[in-house]
């Protein structure tokens, strides 16, 4: 898996201070302003693949709560889309806010979102560890897709039943037979694409951010239950619940944000 062996110690939210980034003038999130991005014909759907049985644990790293896959071969991939090479699922997690108000990473036009899934992906074509590929340019291509609050999203539900589980920093379980696919919305085609950062410390700019379009819905107590978790260890004496784990917005510093569709 691709971060288990690293304690995200530096991951709290206390981290979204003014960090001193080398050069960084690709960092993510951003307002992605739709009337701004530029269709790009030449971007293909996009094709993921993804092996239900690749899937392993479910944790609680101090910051979000992560699924992760096997990723020491090419069972769960993507590819198409702006990208030219085979991308590895190596986990998926999400950001949220202590109210429905907010809680997403991008915005569109400045609207926020409830929540905002992220599935990870790095380079298998041309690096051999994920490790390798987070610190190359177009090292990791990362989808993001909304949520938004409406009707009670029925795969979801597996996952939200483990949460209890992982409610403390650190504590991880079994997790496995979960298709990441039941979380993609029905529309993959439309999407915005830009080179980015990823969201948390090391803030690397490396990835190949891919936002769909189309939201998915979860319900309001599925949500809820996200909230329950902790940012705080089981032995720490007081407990912080994990709420708005989500970036502030990174200036654009000229990049242009790509569409799929007009
Ligand atoms: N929110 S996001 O942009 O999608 C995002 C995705 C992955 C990571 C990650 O793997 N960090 C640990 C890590 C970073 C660098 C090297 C090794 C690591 F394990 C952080 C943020
Ligand atoms: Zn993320």
Avoid at 88 to 116: I, M, Y
Avoid at 186 to 213: C, F, Q, R
């Amino acid at each position: 898996a691709c971060s288990s062996k690293y304690v995200l110690s530096q991951m709290h939210p206390m981290w979204q201070g003014p960090l001193a980034i080398p050069g960084g003038d690709r960092q993510s999130p951003i307002d992605i302003i739709a009337r701004k991005s530029v269709l790009d014909t030449e971007l293909k759907p996009l094709v993921t693949d993804y092996d239900p049985d690749t899937c392993q644990q479910i944790w609680n790293n101090g910051y979000s709560f992560l699924v992760e896959y096997d990723d020491t071969t090419d069972k769960s991939t993507l590819k198409g889309g702006p990208l030219r090479d085979k991308y590895r699922l190596c986990q998926f997690h999400f950001h949220w806010g202590e109210s429905n108000a907010w809680g997403s990473e991008h915005t569109v036009d400045r609207k926020l979102f409830p929540a905002e899934l992220h599935l990870v992906h790095w380079n298998s074509d041309k690096y051999s560890l994920f490790e390798e590929a987070v610190m190359e340019d177009n090292g990791l291509a990362v989808i993001g897709v909304f949520l938004k609050v409406g009707k009670r999203h029925e795969g979801l539900q597996k996952l939200v039943d483990a949460l209890p589980a992982i409610r403390h920093k650190d504590s991880v379980v079994e997790f496995n037979r979960f298709n990441p696919a039941c979380l993609l919305p029905a529309n993959t085609d439309d999407y915005w694409t830009y080179h980015g950062s990823l969201t948390t410390p090391p803030l690397t700019e490396s990835v190949s951010w891919i936002v769909m379009k189309q939201h998915i819905e979860v319900s309001h107590d599925q949500l809820a239950v996200f909230r329950s978790l902790l940012f705080t260890s089981a032995e720490e004496d007081v407990q912080k619940s994990m709420v708005n784990n989500f970036r502030v917005q990174q200036p654009l510093r000229g990049r242009t944000v790509r569409s799929s569709f007009s």
